[in-house]
């Protein structure tokens, strides 16, 4: 039998799971537009359609769909019983406690929803937002057996976390955390993010910052009682490092008028005054403001600044960031005491987007593993909560080396392909005649030597070439289905790509690929975990030079590796530039405009070669140039 889920939050969507693989519709990309919620204007009549596509895909009768819990108000195609639920039931929003396993998953009727309507025999699930990532994290890595974390800015209300244990078919969810209590990575975080770049959703680019800046000790106290206040220290001292007391009295933050001042009971700044507050208001007041000046021990003030090119912004950004990763890898450290027997990690949620702290993790020597799914944001939740109710039998097995390609590219094929010209010769329909009508031509390859050799060739002459191929890519990362190619070879390759065509900002880094097999010649660091761009490397110092264009600031790069049975072109086209260049190494961004989601349709591609420097659109299955 098949599972379905759908998500209403913020970069909503709907998925499918049966034993023949998943599927998954990310709804920004169907609608255009970026974290598309279920409460814009185009979801109601788009969530039935997907529904009915989901179904229709199954290779077998759908038998369940599952609902998450964190849902847009304004959403109007809400199951009532859901909104019910999360309303009224106290023991179901209540995070933590005894009660924990029982409020992560909930039958509901489906009898008065109408999206339900044509789904006979169906069961109607709710489930709760960390443990349908716990649940992704999980039942997409192969383990059998792993200590499962889902941490983002906040799901479930004022959780904004879950401990899970996964053995075997089983998921036991054993803690949950909260806003109110800490960890705030990742509400912080979005504060940060929203003052500097304008939006909670702009994290990617403070990540990308912090490599520009240095961490400030005196400021880093004061942000890690801002994550963790030292009451939850106390609490938990095997989970969170008791902080020096000395290095927080004296300290305020100021919000406009009103200075915080550090109380040393709560072991925070807005803690005391939040006591009694609404679980909403502790949300908004961490993560939707960061404050306008700090005071540090020695009474220096610090005014905060709203521009990237701050360069105080700059520095709190590295600040954070070594906050976040000393304070998330002492907590993951602890956890793994706690389970010792648990030796593979399966990490999942917003957070899980921060490559440099994943790569700590994954060199603290705690685990044979460190799994995060490439949709480990909330563009997963959908077949999270799939995967959370469905049969054992309706997740797929995943036994091989490359089972994580499942995940990464179970999104939809490449829109408006069909009809197109079988001869790229033909004066007639399809997309040669696209072409001539933008001032542009098509050429055809003969077998798949040919296009790799062509390619290779123009990537050679520092052409920058969209490669579209397969399924889309599953998250916000393109994983050479979606991609931007430039080779790494040539002085201004990276300006070229992301600047000059997607229009992005300076700091923001790009990403090498590189065959698997010679990616210890270039880089350093958890190069078994590199098949993702979840997890960042190091240039080797004697590679600075030949790989500048496609490291950060900070040496560091979000390298993705390749092999033949995976990628088996991609892989082919990295040694065919290196047979030009002596360099296997490619510079990748995803294939979109600046603002825009990662194209899915030949026409935006079509778009985005006519109206930028583009050079060329690959279409590896089709064997098609078009320049």
């Given amino acids: 039998m098949a599972t379905i889920g759908m998500h209403f939050g913020h970069d909503a969507g709907a998925a499918l799971t049966d034993a023949g693989g998943y599927r998954v519709i990310e709804a920004e990309r169907r609608l255009g537009f970026r974290h598309v919620c279920g409460g814009n204007g185009d979801f109601p009549q788009a969530a039935a359609a997907w529904l009915a596509e989901l179904r229709a895909r199954a290779a077998s009768p759908v038998t369940r769909i599952a609902v998450a819990d964190w849902y847009t108000p304004r959403c109007q195609v809400l199951p009532p019983a859901l909104v019910e639920l999360v309303g009224e039931d106290a023991r179901w929003t209540a995070p933590g406690g005894t009660g924990l396993a029982d409020a992560v998953t909930r039958v509901i009727k489906p009898l008065d929803w109408p999206l339900a309507k044509g789904f006979d025999d169906v069961t109607l699930t709710a489930v709760r937002h960390h443990y349908?990532?716990?649940?992704?994290?999980?039942?997409?890595?192969?383990?059998?057996k792993a200590l499962v974390l889902a941490l983002d800015g906040t799901g479930n209300y004022a959780e904004c976390g879950m401990v899970c244990l996964g053995d075997g078919d089983r998921l036991t969810p054993v803690q949950s955390f909260t806003n109110r209590t800490g960890p705030r990575f990742g509400l912080v975080y979005e504060a940060l993010a929203r003052r500097i770049h304008g939006s909670q959703f702009d994290t990617g680019k403070l990540l990308g910052l912090t490599a520009t800046g240095e961490t400030d000790a005196t400021l880093l106290p004061v942000l890690r009682a801002m994550l963790v206040p030292q009451s939850t220290r106390r609490a938990s001292p095997d989970l969170y490092e008791p902080l020096d007391e000395n290095r927080l009295t004296g300290t305020a933050l100021r919000y406009t008028d009103t200075w915080w001042e550090y109380d040393p009971d709560s072991g925070g700044y807005l803690d005391a005054g939040l006591a009694d507050s609404s679980d909403d208001d502790v949300v908004h007041s961490f993560g939707s403001v960061f404050p306008d000046e700090i005071r540090t021990a020695d009474g220096t003030t610090t005014a905060i600044g709203t521009s990237p090119d701050d360069r105080v912004c700059r520095d709190l950004a590295a600040t954070l960031q070594t906050a976040v990763e000393r304070d998330l890898t002492r907590l993951v450290i602890g956890l793994s005491r706690r389970?010792?027997?648990?030796?593979?990690?399966?990490?999942?949620?917003?957070?899980?987007?921060?490559?440099?702290?994943?790569s700590r993790l994954a060199e603290c020597g705690q685990f044979t593993r460190v799994s995060v799914p490439t949709c480990c944001d909330d563009s997963g939740i959908a077949l999270g909560a799939a995967l959370a109710v469905a049969d054992p039998a309706d997740r797929p097995a995943l036994i091989s080396r490359s089972a994580w390609a499942n995940l990464a590219y179970a999104g939809p094929s490449l829109q408006g392909l069909d009809p197109l010209d079988r001869d790229a010769t033909s004066p007639a329909d399809g997309l040669a005649a696209r072409l001539r009508g933008l001032g542009l031509s098509l050429r055809r390859a003969d077998g798949d030597e040919e296009f790799v050799e062509a390619v290779a060739e123009l990537l050679a002459e520092q052409r920058c070439v969209a490669w579209l191929e397969g399924g889309l890519e599953t998250g916000p990362r393109a994983l050479g289905h979606r991609s931007l190619l430039v080779s790494?070879?040539?002085?201004?390759?990276?300006?070229?790509?992301?600047?000059?065509?997607?229009q992005r900002e300076w700091f923001r880094p790009v990403a090498p690929i590189c065959p698997e097999e010679v990616a210890d010649q270039y880089f350093t660091g958890p190069l078994d975990h590199t098949e993702t761009m979840l997890f960042a490397v190091r240039v080797r110092p004697d590679r600075a030079r030949q790989l500048a264009e496609a490291?950060?600031?900070?040496?560091?790069?979000?390298?993705?590796?390749?092999?033949?049975?995976?990628q088996p072109l991609l892989h082919r086209l990295c040694h065919a530039v290196?047979?030009?260049?002596?360099?296997p190494v490619l510079i990748n961004t995803s294939a979109n405009g600046g603002g825009r989601p990662i194209l899915n349709h030949v026409d935006e591609a079509l778009e985005l070669l006519a109206e930028t420097e583009l050079d060329a659109v690959a279409l590896p299955e089709r064997r098609l140039i078009a320049e």
Avoid at 133 to 144: C, E, F, N, P, Q
Avoid at 339 to 358: D, M, Q, V
């Fill in 551 to 566: 490291r950060h600031i900070d040496g560091t790069a979000r390298l993705q590796t390749v092999r033949p049975d995976t």
């Fill in 488 to 502: 790494a070879h040539w002085l201004g390759a990276r300006q070229y790509v992301s600047e000059t065509i997607k």
């Fill in 132 to 144: 349908a990532h716990a649940a992704l994290a999980y039942y997409t890595s192969g383990a059998r």
């Fill in 578 to 583: 290196a047979a030009r260049t002596r360099l």
């Fill in 339 to 358: 389970f010792p027997s648990y030796a593979t990690l399966c990490y999942a949620g917003g957070c899980a987007l921060n490559i440099t702290a994943n």
